[in-house]
C-alpha cells in the first residue's frame, strides 16, 4: 500500500508537475490578463516546443541547444501568430476568439502529425543530469529534480521581468487595465505582442524541458492544456503568482491521487476546481472585475 | 429568424428529409454518411440553442453525448431494457439531469471562464467513463450489441435495421428535434437567450433572472447530445467509448461554425461537410491523416472571414438579393406598417401610455427614500451619507459636477451595486440589496449613461426583450409557447414605440441607427418594464441642441404618469422640465431646491467653478 519513500517520491513528481504546470499556466495567464484573449493554442505550442527542441537536438546532439531553439522558436510563432491573425480578434467577441485559438492549435498538431508523424519521439536528457540522484532516504530519476530547479529558474526570470522592469510594470499595468495603458501614450499594441511572444516561450521552454521526461507525440500539448485551464481557474485568470500556487496545488493533487488510482486523479483535480468556484469563485488569487 | 408564414421551416425540412434518400446517393453519400451526419445534426441542434443563441460556448458537450450514450447502451445491452425508444429517452433525461448539475458548477462563471470549465468537465467525464464505471461502460472497449428500434403494432412489427431503413427512425427523431427546437427559440424563452447572447448585463437589468435561463439553455443541450449519443449507440449497434473525448466537442463546436451559429441547421449543414470533406480528402485525394488539417485551415478562414457560417453566409446573400430587388421595386414589407414615415414629436400627439403597475400618481407619500446611502471603493468614497426622498408623481433632477457621485448614486437605488452602508426603501419596501433583476420586476429601473441595447437585434425585438420582463416575470419556462400568444406585448411593445417614437423603425437592427434613435431605444428599453419610478443617466448627453428639445418633450409626456429622476448636465434643458432639484458634490448632498433656488444659490455656483473668488483674488 502506501509507504514512506513511495509518498515523497509521488510529493516530487507533484513539484515537478506542479512546477511545469505553474510555468505553462503563468504564460496563459499573462497572455489573457493582458490580451484578453484565451489562447486554446497554448497546449499546441508546449508542444511544438518539444519538437523545435528535439529537432535542434537531432543537430546539434546538444540539449542546451534544444531548449533555447525550442523557446525562441515558439517564441517566434507566438509573435507571428499574434500578428496575423490574434490582432484581428481583439475588438471581436471571446467565443470567436476562442474559435480561432482552438482552429489554430488543431493545424499546429496536424502540421506536426504530418511532418513528424503520430510517433513518439525521444529527446534525452543531459548527460551530466542522466542517472538517479540518492537522497539520502531514497532514490530519484536526477533529471526530474533538475527539472523542479530549472523551471525554478525560469519562473524567477518571468518574475523579474513582471516586476522589476518597465515592459513588466507595463503589462501589470495593461492586465488591470490595457485601455488606460493605451492612453497614457504606450503603444499597448506591441506590448501586446511581446506579450503574446512571452507567453506562447514559457509553455515552449516548458515543452522542451518536459520532453525527456514523456515520449513526445503530436498530442502532448492536449492533456497539459486542460490541466492548465483548472490551473488558472483555481489560482485565478490574469494572476501570476495564482498561476504558480495553482499549478503546485494542481500537480500534487495529480500526483498523490494517481498514487492510490490514477483514474481518479482528474476527478480530485475537477473536485478542488469546483471547491475553488463555490468558495471563491474568482480563483484563490484572482482579482474580481476580469470576466 | 426569417418572418415567413408558419410551418414553412417545418414543411421544408419534412420535404427535405423525404427526398434525400433519392437525391443523396447521387452525390456520393452512403447511407451510414447521412445517418451519421443526422446524428451530429441532432447533437448540434441543441448546442446551437446554447451556443448559436445564448451565446454560451461550451467545449464540454461530449460528456452529456457520452453519458446519454452509454445509459441508453446499457440499459439495452446489460440490463435487459427492451424498448430503444424508451431507452433513449432515459438517457437523453440522465444527460439533461446531469446537465443541470454540471452547468450549476460552471454556469457560476461566464466568458472563458465557462469554456475552461466545460473543457475541463468533459475530461473528467472521459476519465470516470474509462476507470471508476470501466464496469458499467465497458471501459476502452465500449458496449458492443447495442440493438436497433422496432416497434410492434399489433398488425405488424416495423424493424428499423441499418442504411436506408434506420435512417427512417433516425430522419424522424431528427424532424422532431427541429420542430422543438424551433418552438423554443420562437417562444420568449427563445428570445430571452439572444438577450443574453446579446448583452447579459441589460437583459438582467430589464428583470430577467438569466442565471435560471443560460442554465435552461444548457439543460437543453444536454438534452439533445444525450439523445443524439443514444443514437450513435444505434446507428453503430456498438457504443464506442470515443463518444466521450475532447475531440468529439471539438469536432461539434466546428461543424457549427462551419456550417453558421444561431441557424439551427449550422450543424448539419458543417457535419455534412466535414463528413464529406473527411471521405473525399482520405480515398479520393489520398491525404491518408492530413484531411484533419485541411479541415483546421477552412475552419480557421471561415472564423476569420465569415463568422455566419456556410449558412449564415447563404442568408446575407440571399437578404443582400432579395434587398436589391425591394430596392428596385420599393417592395411593401410583410410586416405590418404601424406608420408611414418619420412621425415629427412636435404635432406628435400624447401617445396612449404604458400603464404603470397601480396608479401612482394619484398616491401621495415617498416613493422612494434613501438614509445614509454610502458607497467605499477601498479608500475612495463615492456617496457618502446620502439622505434622498422623491414622492410618487414627482419629477427630480440630480445635478452635480463630474465625479460628484451620481451614477453611482443611481446604481446604488437600482441594487446594481451594494451600498457599503445605508438603507433603501422603494414603495413602502425595504429594497437594499434585493439586487436588480427583482427591483425592476418591483418596478424600479434606469436608463444607462451609455447605451446598453441588444446590438443584434430589432428595435422592436429590443423592446419585446424588456416588456417580456414585465409581463411574464423574471423567470418562467414557457418553451414551447409562441411569442406572439403572450398577453398584451404587442400592445406594451407599439405602445412604448410610440412614446419614444421609433414606430417607423420599428424593424430596423439596432446597429442602423442614429446616435439620436440608440438614445431614445434606450430610454425605451427602461419604459417597457413599465417602471412606476424610472431613472435616467444623462438622456440628454451627446444630443444635438434640437435633439434636446425633441427629447426634453418627449420625457415630459412620459413623465405624466410616473416618477422619475433625471441625472444631467445641460441645467437649462433640465431646469425646464423638473419641479426640484437635488445638487451633489464630491459625493454629498450640496442642496435640494426648486429651479430657482439652485439657479441662484452662491453655493451650487462655488461648487462648479471651484472657487472662482479664491483665484480671482490670488
Not at chain 2, 420542430?179 to 420562437?186: G, K, P
Request: glycine share 12%; charged share 10%; proline share 5%.
Amino acid at each position: 500500500m502506501i509507504s514512506w519513500p513511495n509518498l515523497v517520491s509521488q510529493l516530487f513528481n507533484g513539484l515537478a508537475l506542479g512546477a511545469l504546470l505553474a510555468l505553462i499556466s503563468s504564460g496563459l495567464t499573462i497572455i489573457y490578463g493582458t490580451l484578453g484573449v484565451l489562447n486554446l493554442a497554448h497546449g499546441a505550442m508546449f508542444m511544438i516546443g518539444g519538437y523545435a527542441g528535439y529537432v535542434a537536438y537531432q543537430y546539434t546532439e546538444s540539449f542546451i541547444a534544444a531548449v533555447v531553439a525550442g523557446s525562441l522558436f515558439v517564441m517566434l510563432l507566438g509573435v507571428a501568430m499574434e500578428r496575423l491573425i490574434i490582432r484581428h480578434f481583439y475588438h471581436r467577441p471571446h467565443e470567436d476568439q476562442l474559435l480561432v485559438t482552438f482552429g489554430l492549435g488543431i493545424c499546429f498538431v496536424e502540421i506536426v502529425r504530418l511532418i513528424f508523424s503520430s510517433q513518439s519521439q525521444v529527446v534525452p536528457p543531459p548527460p551530466m543530469l542522466q542517472g538517479i540522484t540518492n537522497l539520502g532516504f531514497m532514490f530519484y530519476p536526477t533529471y526530474r529534480l533538475a527539472v523542479v530547479g530549472i523551471v525554478a529558474v525560469a519562473l524567477g526570470a518571468l518574475f523579474l521581468i513582471l516586476y522589476r522592469t518597465r515592459l513588466g510594470m507595463i503589462v501589470r499595468a495593461g492586465i488591470e487595465d490595457s485601455v488606460m495603458v493605451d492612453s497614457l501614450g504606450i503603444n499597448v499594441y506591441r506590448v501586446f505582442m511581446v506579450v503574446f511572444g512571452i507567453g506562447a516561450m514559457a509553455a515552449g521552454f516548458a515543452g522542451i524541458v518536459n520532453a525527456p521526461v514523456v515520449s513526445l507525440t503530436p498530442g502532448v500539448g492536449d492533456d497539459i492544456l486542460v490541466e492548465t485551464f483548472v490551473v488558472v481557474v483555481i489560482g485565478g485568470v490574469g494572476s501570476f503568482p495564482g498561476a504558480i500556487l495553482g499549478g503546485l496545488i494542481a500537480g500534487e493533487i495529480i500526483s498523490v491521487t494517481s498514487m492510490f488510482n490514477p483514474g481518479y486523479a482528474y476527478v480530485m483535480l475537477f473536485a478542488a476546481m469546483t471547491l475553488v468556484l463555490v468558495v471563491r469563485p474568482h480563483g484563490l488569487l484572482g482579482v474580481q472585475g476580469r470576466e | 429568424m426569417l418572418k415567413q408564414r408558419p410551418f414553412l421551416i417545418e414543411t421544408l425540412t419534412a420535404i427535405g428529409l423525404i427526398v434525400a434518400p433519392f437525391i443523396l446517393p447521387h452525390l456520393g453519400f452512403a447511407p451510414n454518411t447521412v445517418n451519421r451526419i443526422l446524428v451530429w445534426g441532432l447533437f448540434g441542434l441543441g448546442f446551437d440553442i446554447l451556443f448559436g443563441f445564448t451565446g454560451l460556448l461550451s467545449f464540454g458537450q461530449s460528456a452529456f453525448y457520452g453519458t446519454g450514450g452509454f445509459v441508453a447502451a446499457y440499459l439495452l445491452t446489460r440490463a435487459g431494457f427492451g424498448s430503444v425508444l424508451g431507452a433513449l429517452v432515459i438517457g437523453m433525461i440522465a444527460a439533461a439531469a446531469t446537465g443541470y448539475l454540471i452547468g450549476l458548477i460552471a454556469l457560476r462563471r461566464t466568458g472563458i471562464y465557462f469554456a475552461m470549465i466545460t473543457v475541463a468537465i468533459a475530461e473528467v467525464f472521459y476519465f470516470v467513463e474509462f476507470n471508476p464505471l470501466s464496469d458499467f461502460t465497458g471501459g476502452e472497449n465500449g458496449l458492443p450489441g447495442v440493438p436497433t428500434p422496432s416497434f410492434n403494432l399489433g398488425f405488424t412489427t416495423l424493424h428499423f435495421t441499418n442504411g436506408w431503413s434506420l435512417y427512417q427512425f433516425i430522419a424522424l427523431c431528427y424532424f422532431i428535434g427541429v420542430v422543438i427546437a424551433l418552438r423554443i427559440v420562437r417562444s420568449p424563452v427563445g428570445a430571452i437567450f439572444s438577450a443574453i447572447r446579446d448583452n447579459p448585463l441589460r437583459a438582467t437589468a430589464v428583470g430577467h433572472n438569466i442565471h435560471g435561463y443560460k442554465l435552461t439553455a444548457f439543460v437543453i443541450a444536454a438534452a439533445y447530445a444525450g439523445f443524439a449519443g443514444g443514437l450513435l449507440g444505434v446507428l453503430q449497434a456498438f457504443m464506442p467509448p470515443d463518444a466521450f473525448t475532447f475531440d468529439t466537442s471539438g469536432q461539434l463546436v466546428m461543424q457549427t461554425a462551419i456550417g453558421g451559429r444561431a441557424t439551427l441547421f449550422g450543424p448539419l449543414v458543417g457535419a455534412a461537410v466535414w463528413l464529406f470533406l473527411q471521405d473525399f480528402l482520405q480515398a479520393a485525394m489520398g491525404l491518408g491523416a492530413a484531411w484533419k488539417l485541411v479541415l483546421g485551415v477552412v475552419f480557421v478562414l471561415l472564423v476569420c472571414f465569415l463568422r455566419g457560417g456556410i449558412v449564415g453566409g447563404l442568408v446575407d446573400l440571399y437578404r443582400w438579393l432579395a434587398g436589391k430587388r425591394a430596392a428596385a421595386e420599393q417592395a411593401p414589407s410583410d410586416q405590418p406598417v404601424t406608420a408611414n414615415g418619420p412621425v415629427s414629436l412636435a404635432a406628435h400627439s400624447p401617445p396612449a401610455s404604458v400603464p404603470t403597475r397601480a396608479a401612482r400618481t394619484s398616491a401621495s407619500g415617498p416613493i422612494l427614500q434613501a438614509t445614509g446611502l454610502t458607497k467605499r471603493y477601498g479608500g475612495l468614497v463615492a456617496n457618502s451619507d446620502i439622505d434622498f426622498t422623491v414622492n410618487h408623481g414627482e419629477l427630480r433632477g440630480i445635478i452635480g459636477p463630474n465625479g460628484a457621485g451620481k451614477s453611482t448614486f443611481f446604481k446604488m437605488l437600482t441594487c446594481e451595486i451594494a451600498p457599503t452602508s445605508g438603507r433603501i426603501t422603494f414603495d413602502g419596501r425595504d429594497i437594499t440589496g434585493l439586487g436588480v433583476t427583482h427591483v425592476c420586476q418591483l418596478g424600479l429601473t434606469k436608463s444607462y449613461q451609455v447605451n446598453q441595447l441588444f446590438a443584434g437585434l430589432t428595435v422592436r425585438q429590443n423592446l419585446v426583450i424588456a416588456a417580456l420582463a414585465q409581463l411574464r416575470g423574471k423567470f418562467r419556462l414557457d418553451l414551447f409557447r409562441s411569442i406572439n400568444s403572450v398577453k398584451g406585448l404587442p400592445e406594451q411593445v407599439d405602445r412604448t414605440l410610440e412614446m419614444v417614437n421609433l414606430t417607423a423603425r420599428a424593424d430596423t437592427p439596432v446597429s442602423e441607427l442614429a446616435y439620436g434613435e440608440k438614445r431614445r431605444l434606450e430610454i425605451g428599453l427602461a419604459l417597457a418594464t413599465s417602471p412606476s419610478l424610472l431613472l435616467l443617466d444623462e438622456p440628454l448627453a451627446g444630443m444635438s441642441p434640437r435633439e434636446r428639445v425633441e427629447t426634453v418633450k418627449l420625457l415630459r409626456s412620459i413623465a405624466r404618469d410616473r416618477t422619475m429622476i433625471i441625472i444631467d448636465h445641460d441645467m437649462d434643458s433640465l431646469f425646464e422640465l423638473v419641479e426640484r432639484v437635488t445638487v451633489l458634490q464630491e459625493g454629498r448632498v450640496l442642496l435640494h431646491g426648486t429651479p430657482d433656488e439652485i439657479r441662484t444659490s452662491p453655493a451650487v455656483q462655488e461648487a462648479y467653478l471651484g472657487g472662482v473668488h479664491g483665484e480671482i483674488a490670488a
